[in-house]
């Protein structure tokens, strides 16, 4: 069983700062890969960035210089630094985790979501 966890969400103001944390759990092999996604409502689930295991990064465009998406391998935790918030950053966040389990097998996780609020 394999779990993913985020955290750090909450109220920021614009030009702020947040950093969102998740955590995966349980019986790892490897983490092949973490997608940060988010859903505003009424919009269509995106993607935010992505880190792969070789520490490879994605961004979209629109968090492009914002954004910073890092890795810490001995605690399984991808971090989402996200600077100089706007209130079209308002969603919710999910992480999305491919990961191999030690029974070999390989398939994409689904954390829980945090919400992020951007608003004076």
């Known amino acids: 069983q394999v779990q993913l966890v985020e955290s750090g969400g909450g109220l920021a103001q614009p030009g702020g700062s947040l950093r969102l944390s998740c955590a995966a759990s349980g019986s790892i092999f490897s983490i092949n890969a973490i997608t940060w996604f988010r859903q505003a409502p009424g919009n269509q689930r995106e993607l935010v960035a992505l880190?792969?295991?070789?520490?490879?990064?994605n961004y979209a465009d629109s968090v492009k210089g914002r954004f910073t998406i890092s890795r810490d391998n001995a605690k399984n935790t991808v971090y989402l630094q996200m600077n100089s918030l706007t209130p079209e950053d308002t969603a919710v966040y999910s992480c999305?985790?491919?990961?191999?389990?030690?029974?070999?097998?390989?398939?994409?996780?689904w954390g829980q979501g945090t919400q992020v609020t951007v608003s004076s």
């Open positions: 880190i792969t295991h070789k520490g490879v990064t």
């Open positions: 999305n985790g491919d990961i191999t389990d030690q029974d070999g097998r390989r398939r994409g996780y």
